[in-house]
T-cell receptor
Framework: GAVVSQHPSWVICKSGTSVKIECRSL??????MFWYRQFPKQSLMLMAT?????????EQGVEKDKFLINHASLTLSTLTVTSAHPEDSSFYIC???????????????FGQGTRLTVV | RKEVEQDPGPFNVPEGATVAFNCTYS??????FFWYRQDCRKEPKLLMS???SGNEDGRFTAQLNRASQYISLLIRDSKLSDSATYLC??????????FGTGTRLLVSP
């Protein structure tokens, strides 16, 4: 079946540095990918929608200059957390949808997630 | 009011028990509904889609009540391996998925 690969699975970085997270669709093309963030005991919150070849669409309250998204190809989207701070520590997950005939109920596949810890 | 609401639990049940979760959603225009399973520190994985007519997959039964705007998941003959967090997911505008906070299930021997 379709697989979405996310890398790295965990990262620890110093406050003020930047971290790049990659999300790849391995056996299908994804014109749209989604980036989520999940804090402990909370639900996944959509941060932004990544569109291949165009600018990402950010959800309200998400700083586009802090969370840079690049979707340069049909199989790769990247999220860069710039000038990371301890409050950015969270579980970041990407998702891509494989489009099929029944588009409305097309399954969304998730990457393995990246656990970011900023110290 | 949250777009998707679930009882966070935890639901503690013995092996073999039947357990049911409910989820309510606020957007009456929502068209697609799903149950996902998430294990601790892992990504969510699709358990089943929820159709208007209801659907069953082995020990799992999902139902949708559009009039009352709620979705249910029934698990029969619970296994230890069913212990996880079950996420109610609603597809909103622009194909966005809106997640509930999840209901935690603990199945004990």
């Amino acid at each position: 079946g379709a697989v979405v690969s996310q890398h790295p699975s965990w990262v620890i970085c110093k406050s003020g540095t930047s971290v790049k997270i990659e999300c790849r669709s391995l056996d299908f093309q994804a014109t749209t990918m989604f980036w989520y963030r999940q804090f402990p005991k909370q639900s996944l919150m959509l941060m932004a929608t990544s569109n291949e070849g165009s600018k990402a669409t950010y959800e309200q309250g998400v700083e586009k200059d802090k969370f840079l998204i690049n979707h340069a190809s049909l199989t790769l989207s990247t999220l860069t957390v710039t000038s990371a701070h301890p409050e950015d520590s969270s579980f970041y997950i990407c998702s891509a949808r494989k489009q099929g005939l029944r588009f409305l109920n097309t399954e969304a596949f998730f990457g393995q997630g990246t656990r970011l810890t900023v110290v | 009011r949250k777009e998707v609401e679930q009882d966070p639990g935890p639901f503690n049940v013995p092996e073999g028990a039947t357990v049911a979760f409910n989820c309510t959603y606020s957007n009456s225009a929502s068209q697609s509904f799903f149950w996902y399973r998430q294990d601790c520190r892992k990504e969510p994985k699709l358990l089943m889609s929820v159709y208007s007519s209801g659907n069953e997959d082995g020990r799992f039964t999902a139902q949708l009540n559009r009039a009352s705007q709620y979705i249910s998941l029934l698990i029969r003959d619970s296994k230890l391996s069913d212990s996880a967090t079950y996420l109610c997911v609603v597809k909103g505008g622009f194909q966005k998925l809106v997640f509930g906070t999840g209901t935690r299930l603990l199945v004990s021997p």
